[in-house]
C-alpha cells in the first residue's frame, strides 16, 4: 500500500491558482492517483483521478510526472467556498482506502 | 451520476441502545461499500468492508460484535452500531465502489451520519 505525504496545511487568496503537491514514492505498476475534498461533516466528495501525464475535467487538473512518485491537484482560481480538507490516495483496483492526513486549504478573501 | 445516501443524517440515543445506519447507492449497483468513522479533526479511518451476499470484513481494532454490518442488496449496507457507548459518538461515513472510467474504479461517498450517544 502506497504511503502518500501532504503538506498538513496551505493558505491561499481567492482568485488564486493552487497546486497542491502529493509524495508517493512507492506506488506500484497498476495504482492510480485519487483526490477527494471534504467540507466539514460532509463526506469526501471526488475530484479527479489518474494514473499518468495530465487528467483535467470541470474543477481540477492533475499532474502526474513520468516517474509517479508525485502528483499534483491544481484548482484554478480558488473561491472561498474552496476551503476545505484535500486528501490524495494511491489506490489499485479491488483495493481499500487508506486515507492520509490530508491538506487542510484555507482560502481568504 | 454515482450518488450515495445515508439515512439518518443525525441521530441522537441513549447509552445501551442499537442504532441503524443505511448507506445506498442511489444510481449504481455496488457490490462492495464500505464504512469509515472520523472523530473531530481527524482523518477517516476505514472500520469495514461491505460485501453483497457475504460477511463483512473488520479491519484490525473494530469489534465486529459491535458494529453489524449486513449488505442484503446490491444498493443497500447498514451498519447497526449495537448497545453504543458516548465513546462510540462519532461520525459514521459510507462509501461504494463504483467501475469508474478506463478501468480505475472510484468510491463514492455518502453525506455522513453524525451519532451521538448520551
Known amino acids: 500500500l502506497a504511503k502518500t505525504t501532504q503538506p498538513i496545511s496551505m493558505d491561499s487568496y481567492e482568485g488564486q491558482e493552487v497546486n497542491i503537491t502529493c509524495s508517493h514514492n512507492?506506488?506500484?505498476?497498476?495504482?492510480?492517483i485519487t483526490w477527494y475534498q471534504q467540507f466539514p461533516s460532509q463526506g469526501p466528495r471526488f475530484i479527479i483521478q489518474?494514473?499518468?501525464t495530465k487528467v483535467t475535467n470541470e474543477v481540477a487538473s492533475l499532474f502526474i510526472p513520468a516517474d509517479r512518485k508525485s502528483s499534483t491537484l491544481s484548482l484554478p482560481r480558488v473561491s472561498l467556498s474552496d476551503t476545505a480538507v484535500y486528501y490524495c490516495?494511491?489506490?489499485?483496483?479491488?483495493?481499500?482506502?487508506?486515507f492520509g492526513s490530508g491538506t487542510k486549504l484555507n482560502v481568504k478573501p | 451520476g454515482a450518488v450515495v445516501s445515508q439515512h439518518p443524517s443525525r441521530v441522537i440515543c441513549k447509552s445501551g441502545t442499537s442504532v441503524k445506519i443505511e448507506c445506498r447507492s442511489l444510481d449504481f449497483q455496488a457490490t462492495t461499500m464500505f464504512w469509515y468513522r472520523q472523530f473531530p479533526k481527524q482523518s477517516l479511518m476505514l472500520m469495514a468492508t461491505?460485501?453483497?451476499?457475504?460477511?463483512?470484513?473488520?479491519e484490525q481494532g473494530v469489534e465486529k460484535d459491535k458494529f453489524l454490518i449486513n449488505h442484503a442488496s446490491l444498493t443497500l449496507s447498514t451498519l447497526t452500531v449495537t448497545s453504543a457507548h458516548p465513546e462510540d459518538s462519532s461520525f459514521y461515513i459510507c462509501?461504494?465502489?463504483?467501475?469508474?472510467?478506463?478501468?480505475?474504479?472510484?468510491?463514492?461517498f455518502g453525506p455522513g451520519t453524525r451519532l451521538l450517544v448520551l
Open positions: 490516495l494511491v489506490v489499485g483496483n479491488f483495493n481499500k482506502f487508506y
Open positions: 461491505s460485501n453483497e451476499g457475504s460477511k463483512a470484513t473488520y
Open positions: 489518474g494514473y499518468k
Open positions: 512507492n506506488i506500484a505498476t497498476n495504482d492510480y
Open positions: 462509501s461504494a465502489r463504483s467501475p469508474g472510467t478506463g478501468g480505475q474504479e472510484t468510491q463514492y
